[in-house]
């Protein structure tokens, strides 16, 4: 059984900066690739970014240049530095994990104010 415990939401400013982190647990863990998604309420979940176990990294257009995803292989950790953020980018995050299935944390909240 994995566990993903996701961390770092809150309220900012526009323009202002947060960064999350994701911290998978459980036995032999190897997993692959890591991401974030994101979901507003009454809203269909959306991809924000991956990045594969060697480190490469896939972002949405909505974010490119702005977020840069990251991960810690020895701590099973996966970071989203979030930059510049705007009001559009208010949801809840959630992180994911392939470890031959796809598990996903509970969600952290960000609030952008404008």
């Known amino acids: 059984q994995v566990q993903l415990v996701e961390s770092g939401g809150g309220l900012v400013q526009a323009g202002g900066s947060l960064r999350l982190s994701c911290a998978a647990s459980?036995?032999?863990?190897?997993?692959?690739?890591m991401g974030w998604y994101r979901r507003a309420p009454g809203k269909q979940r959306e991809f924000v970014a991956i990045?594969?176990?060697?480190?490469?990294?896939t972002y949405a257009d909505s974010v490119k240049g702005r977020f840069t995803i990251s991960r810690d292989n020895a701590k099973n950790t996966v970071y989203l530095h979030m930059n510049s953020l705007k009001p559009e980018d208010t949801d809840v995050y959630y992180c994911?994990?392939?470890?031959?299935?796809?598990?996903w944390g509970q969600g952290t909240g960000v609030t952008v104010s404008s």
């Open positions: 994911n994990a392939d470890v031959n299935r796809y598990y």
């Open positions: 459980g036995s032999n863990l190897r997993i692959n690739t």
């Open positions: 990045i594969s176990r060697g480190g490469s990294t």
